[in-house]
């Protein structure tokens, strides 16, 4: 699985947990956030990666989710199958 559909499975199940556990649909999501019905389905569909970080924020603020992107090198034992690969 690509490392985008990654964040973004994780980014639309958070968005729809918080939105189910605060009772909104996509109408009224959309309302609270102030953007179209359409961004909110994109928003929650996993396999649209097509999202801007702009829309992230406002979305996540808007749910009051704390969105966290953390970038680190990779482990020794994953690093050695891509080196095998290039070699």
């Keep these: 699985m690509s490392t985008a559909i990654q964040l973004k499975k994780s980014l639309a199940t958070a968005l729809h947990r918080t939105m189910r556990a605060d009772g909104l649909n996509v109408t009224t999501a959309a309302a609270k956030i102030g953007c179209d019905r359409k961004v909110i389905r994109r928003l929650l569909d996993p396999n649209?990666?097509?999202?801007t970080f702009k829309t992230v924020e406002k979305a996540t603020k808007a749910l009051n989710l704390e969105p966290k992107l953390i970038?680190?090198?990779l482990?020794?034992?994953?690093?050695?199958?891509?080196?095998?690969?290039?070699?």
């Design 71 to 73: 970038i680190r090198p």
């Design 75 to 87: 482990p020794l034992k994953k690093l050695a199958p891509l080196a095998a690969r290039l070699a």
């Design 48 to 51: 649209d990666t097509a999202i």
